[in-house]
């Protein structure tokens, strides 16, 4: 079966079948769901990005108070030579 005659075949098809009654409440209260989920992805990334945030104050905090980039003192002493 090619394009043409699929297409054909679709056509006879909803031809055929009674269009479905749709609920008379059914568009709003799709537009109402989607506005809540829209207001929750909304909310879930503003916590992310404060999430975000947050760790990158407190590593930076962290980097700052432990300074790991300087080579710590040495824990022992050299010997001592020429007494």
Same mark, same amino acid.
């Given at each position: 079966?090619?394009?043409?005659? #699929?297409?054909? @075949? %679709? $056509? *006879? /098809? &909803?031809?055929?079948?009674?269009?479905?009654?749709?609920?008379?409440?059914?568009?709003?209260?799709?537009?109402?769901?989607?506005?809540?989920?829209?207001? #929750?992805?909304? @909310? %879930? $990334? *503003? /916590? &992310?990005?404060?999430?975000?945030?947050?760790?990158?104050?407190?590593?930076?905090?962290?980097?700052?108070?432990?300074?790991?980039?300087?080579?710590?003192?040495?824990?022992?002493?050299?010997?001592?030579?020429?007494?």
């Amino acid at each position: 079966m090619n394009l043409p005659e #699929r297409e054909a @075949a %679709v $056509r *006879r /098809l &909803l031809e055929q079948t009674p269009a479905p009654v749709v609920p008379s409440g059914l568009y709003g209260e799709a537009v109402r769901r989607g506005r809540r989920m829209k207001r #929750r992805w909304k @909310a %879930v $990334r *503003r /916590l &992310l990005w404060l999430a975000l945030f947050c760790a990158a104050v407190v590593f930076a905090v962290w980097a700052v108070t432990a300074r790991p980039w300087v080579e710590p003192p040495s824990e022992t002493t050299p010997p001592l030579t020429g007494w």
